[in-house]
């Protein structure tokens, strides 16, 4: 509190003293109140979930849900050591569980598993997560030299010399097990790096990583996500060539990346044909992998027990799950020694007013600032601009339509900022400025909104406007339905600052004019990125059309721009944008109609003549 907020040693100590009491009564209220994760349970009945994993940060918030909320009984099978095929087996048979959220699909498991599905024996759903091994450095050596970014950067004997004790070649760690395929790499990428093996993962964490990474020293080594470690620290993976399946499948040659792998869902056909109401749930339950670091991030390092995570994730989005379930009759939970109960609770009240009321006093402007800069995204930050298309001439045609609809965008907009972990930096109109640390959240906020959309309640006076009518693919899926919002998106470093009148971070500079340009060359229904995202939007599998080098407004460099769509919209189809510059050589075009030149001869030794024979484009603009 003293280094966030500057406040004097007796505020302090004041201040601890009071939230320390404050937490101590509610917790105790808690305790008594509450005598499992849900206020109010179903009664028990015959249906039945056995949840393969042993019970964890994911299998338990299915677990809460199933069990108190719709009645079910919950067995969580210990997998073992099986590996994923085996898991995979099991799920097929149904003898053993009925449910696996965490397979990672890749190599034969694909195969094996798109066999079950056209079998009919298991189903097959994402669970919103990727899962990725890589060569990972802590972000703050990005900071001394952007060069660490690529690979190449690691043939220098300088460069690599960084992650070594001696001047020496780099040190390069990863597990024993997993390291032939490094070796290889170092090799055929001709890298002055030196591998360096251990074999006990957790003694390895705590012996050589967290001290390193502490002591903000190099290091560099193998890894994966999700993983718990980038809840506490920012890594960064270093790009390798693109993965091939040529190269992937070759281990002596290798000399690309480690590929990305979607990690899926997997169920049991006859379970879900006896569990019916349970298939709503399976299918409808997602998390990103920011939210799966967290969970892993604060059993790790803030020493929260699964019970503890699961039940609080489970409380905070109730209004969330409870729409991929039906309603069932609920029964409230059993409430003892109530009069005291209300007594714990009015003190806990007066506490924590007064309290609030001596944080007030405590903390000024400047002290909200800095909390503010510590909430909002800083560093390396996702800006995101949206726009409604035509929104103008909605509003004249039919304003009390189009305020309704706006409500409606607003809403979404909104609850997708909080489920992709944004900041919503400010509105202007009908317009959306905002911020992400992750640029996969912010890629997936863009696709899951284009997505979402369609399916909203919109007025039906705006369905009739042309540009929101509803239109299908010949198969019958939505490509257009209300509100057409394009998105700009754009990762840099933007400079901060706070706007006093909203008490909220503002982005200023470079970037954040970069950003509002992509978005104004987007059409509506439309996002468009520049080449600092493109990674992130292959991994995540996204349709993407190169729109070649283009001029922005202010910006002084042609930027290349990409335009994007989910998949399931990748039909969708919009006027061309059209370049200003050679694809090749970035040189500005010169139209040679406004220049003058009428036509052009073939073969001619002066190619551009004003008058003659042999016109190529009759005098238009060329």
């Known amino acids: 509190y003293q280094r966030r907020v500057h406040g004097t040693p007796s505020e ?30 179903s009664p028990k009945n015959d249906c039945n979930i056995r949840i393969l994993n042993g019970k964890n940060e994911e299998t338990g918030r299915i677990g809460i849900i199933a069990e108190e ?8 099978v210990d997998a073992g050591h099986m590996s994923d095929l085996e898991r995979l087996e099991v799920i097929k048979d149904g003898t053993l569980a009925d449910l696996d959220v965490q397979l990672w699909m890749e190599g034969i498991i694909n195969d094996k598993a798109d066999d079950y599905t056209t079998q009919g024996l298991i189903g097959l759903l994402p669970t919103g997560r990727t899962g990725r091994n890589g060569w990972y450095f802590p972000e703050y050596l990005m900071d001394k030299s952007k060069d660490f970014d690529n690979y190449r950067s690691l043939r220098d004997k300088t460069m690599a010399s960084t992650f070594s004790n001696n001047g020496s070649r780099g040190i390069f760690y990863s597990h024993k097990e997993w390291g032939y395929d490094d070796i290889a790499r170092i090799k055929n990428l001709d890298l002055y790096l030196e591998w360096t093996p251990y074999i006990d993962l957790d003694k390895f964490m705590k012996e050589i990583v967290y001290p390193t990474l502490n002591a903000r020293k190099p290091i560099i080594f193998m890894w994966w996500t999700p993983s718990s470690i980038f809840y506490e620290y920012n890594l960064h993976r270093l790009q390798l060539p693109e993965p091939t399946d040529y190269c992937y499948n070759n281990p002596d040659i290798i000399d690309c990346d480690y590929p990305n792998v979607i990690i899926k869902k997997a169920y049991n056909m006859k379970f879900a044909q006896r569990e019916k109401r349970l298939v709503g749930l399976i299918q409808g339950f997602l998390t990103t992998n920011t939210e799966y670091n967290e969970f892993l991030g604060l059993m790790a390092f803030a020493n929260r027990s699964i019970d503890n995570i699961t039940c609080d994730w489970v409380r905070k989005y109730q209004s969330l799950w409870e729409k991929w379930v039906p309603p069932l009759e609920k029964v409230e939970t059993t409430k003892t020694n109530s009069t005291w109960v209300w007594v714990v609770v009015a003190v806990s009240i007066s506490v924590s007013v007064f309290g609030l009321i001596l944080a007030f006093i405590a903390i000024r402007t400047q002290r909200a600032a800095l909390r503010l800069m510590k909430e909002a995204p800083s560093g390396h930050v996702v800006l995101l ?13 039919n304003p009390s339509a189009m305020s309704t609809a706006l409500e409606i965008h ?27 640390r992750d640029p996969s959240d912010a890629l997936q906020f863009a696709a899951e909104t284009q997505l979402t959309m369609l399916d909203l309640d919109w007025p039906i006076d705006i369905l009739e406007y042309p540009v929101c009518k509803e239109q299908v693919t010949k198969s019958g899926r ?3 339905r209300g509100l057409r919002v394009r998105m700009g998106l754009h990762w840099g470093y933007p400079a901060i600052d706070i706007d006093k009148k909203h008490m909220r971070v503002d982005y200023v500079g470079h970037e954040v004019n970069l950003a509002a340009r992509l978005e104004g060359k987007a059409f509506g229904g439309q996002i468009c990125i520049d080449s600092t995202l493109l990674p992130y939007a292959k991994e995540l599998g996204l349709h993407i059309d190169d729109m ?18 989910p998949q399931p919209l990748s039909e969708r189809t919009f006027p061309e944008i059209i370049g200003s510059h ?10 040679l109609y406004c220049e003058g030149i009428k036509e052009i001869v073939v073969g001619s030794p002066n190619a551009a003549r004003m008058n003659g024979r042999g016109s190529m484009f009759g005098g238009s603009h060329t």
Not at 69 to 76: F, P, Q
Request: charged share 20%; glycine share 4%.
């Open 12 to 41: 302090c100590l004041f201040f601890f003293a009071m939230e320390y009491f404050k937490c101590i009564i509610i917790a105790i209220c808690l305790e008594v109140v509450l005598n499992s994760c849900l206020s109010v349970v």
């Open 69 to 76: 909320y719709m009645g079910c009984n919950v067995t969580y």
């Open 385 to 397: 601009f949206t726009d409604i298309q035509d929104s103008t001439s909605l509003w004249d045609s």
């Open 410 to 436: 607003n809403r979404e907009m909104r609850k997708h900022i909080i489920r992709y972990h944004g900041y919503e930096v400010k509105t202007v109109g009908d317009s959306f400025f905002i911020s992400f």
């Open 478 to 480: 939505r490509l257009w």
């Open 548 to 565: 070649g080098l283009q001029s922005l407004k202010g910006i002084e460099q042609p930027q290349r721009i990409f335009a994007l769509l």
């Open 582 to 591: 050679c694809q090749k050589c970035s040189r500005e075009l010169t139209c």
